[in-house]
């Protein structure tokens, strides 16, 4: 079974389609407006030019804290990814049915962390899948899946390597552009 990152690493054209926990995350911890200005003017820099990219759904997950995060991303987000596209609309319901089919998984429980429509898990992938863009999350997979075993809750990384989707996190991200502190 092929690693999600290897494949993430090799392109040095692609787009990188980030989770609402890899702007978050930082935010909250470790990389504040005041304590690292630099990585959130790179970060501006590669939204301007849709290297990064971010979806409606999750553009969405962050304007609910009403915070510095959330003011800062409405003055510097131009274009978002709207999940209302043929192309992602069609992986989405094949990321669904998996998760719906797929015995590693509790069918039903599993559909509903990530069938509401407001939910970016299923939609990232979708995304990632139709326009080949790699998916960046703090979300940690699954050592090993088994139908044995169900787990209730999918996890990106899982999902993304079943779709042949590229998902690293943050911090390789960084690395692959070169982001410096």
Known sequence: MKRYWKAALKDNLNKFLI????????????????????????IELYLKEETVVIMDVVYNEILKGEDELSDWLKLNLEEKLKCNNLKIIENYSNVLNYINQNDCYMHSKSLSYWAPKE???????AAGKAYNYTVVTFEKGYKQLSPKQPVKKPKIPDVCEEFGVSCISLFDMMRKLSIKL
């Open 119 to 125: 939910i970016a898990d299923s939609w990232l992938i």
């Open 19 to 42: 989770d609402s926990n890899s702007l978050i995350t930082p935010f909250l911890n470790y990389y504040t407006f005041d304590f690292a200005p630099k990585f959130w003017k790179q």
